[in-house]
T-cell receptor, first 117, second 114 residues
Framework: GAVVSQHPSWVICKSGTSVKIECRSLDFQATTMFWYRQFPKQSLMLMATSNEGSKATYEQGVEKDKFLINHASLTLSTLTVTSAHPEDSSFYIC?????????????FGPGTRLTVL | AQSVTQLGSHVSVSEGALVLLRCNYSSSVPPYLFWYVQYPNQGLQLLLKYTSAATLVKGINGFEAEFKKSETSFHLTKPSAHMSDAAEYFCAVSEGTGGFKTIFGAGTRLFVKA
């Protein structure tokens, strides 16, 4: 149980275009989802926390207008990288948790590799 | 504020040897602590978690970790390394407050030599 999927698993786009990444909880209701960014050989950096039906809370230094997050349902959150540039190339990972899950445990998606040319 | 420090960005062991990955945390309240493993180009898989029920926590794949409050440590161990253990390992801390955010350490790359 507690499976989280991400789509696409990898994407290549041209500079200036927008890219949408989906994060789905397959067998539980994800009241909270988290979006992380991971550069090569580095740790995960929390970008934002989204609760179903409300606006996402962004971490300091993360551009809200650049990284649009929508959590419209209990099983789906999307991250849209707007007007992507090469420096946005990274590995994006989502995680999800449900309030009924104890100990703040999160379940992670497999990640999405974004390459901006 | 909570934080996590992983000592050693790289650890190399021989197959069959003891694995010890170090993690120290800082938290203003009793924390929840986690160890995750990440294989290349994949998401994170939970190895084990500390939830205050027991100080010695057993996880998957033969890993275990001991919570030591006096040392603010949560080191990960495995008695005998296997080649398949080669991966990146992350220690993480989460508090019951603060929106349930989880903070990750910098990670430790484990190499296993034949």
């Amino acid at each position: 149980g507690a499976v989280v999927s991400q789509h696409p698993s990898w994407v290549i786009c041209k500079s200036g275009t927008s890219v949408k990444i989906e994060c789905r909880s397959l067998d539980f209701q994800a009241t909270t989802m988290f979006w992380y960014r991971q550069f090569p050989k580095q740790s995960l950096m929390l970008m934002a926390t989204s609760n179903e039906g409300s606006k996402a809370t962004y971490e300091q230094g993360v551009e809200k207008d650049k990284f649009l997050i929508n959590h419209a349902s209990l099983t789906l959150s999307t991250l849209t990288v707007t007007s992507a540039h090469p420096e946005d190339s990274s590995f994006y990972i989502c995680s999800a948790r449900d309030l009924v899950m104890p100990y703040n445990e999160q379940f992670f998606g497999p990640g999405t590799r974004l390459t901006v040319l | 504020a909570q934080s996590v420090t992983q000592l050693g960005s790289h650890v190399s062991v021989s197959e069959g040897a003891l694995v010890l990955l170090r993690c120290n945390y800082s938290s203003s309240v009793p924390p929840y602590l986690f160890w995750y493993v990440q294989y290349p180009n994949q998401g994170l898989q939970l190895l084990l978690k500390y939830t205050s029920a027991a100080t010695l926590v057993k996880g998957i794949n033969g890993f275990e970790a001991e919570f030591k409050k006096s040392e603010t440590s949560f080191h990960l161990t495995k008695p005998s390394a296997h080649m398949s253990d080669a991966a990146e390992y992350f220690c993480a801390v989460s508090e019951g407050t603060g929106g349930f955010k989880t903070i990750f350490g910098a990670g430790t790359r484990l190499f296993v030599k034949a």
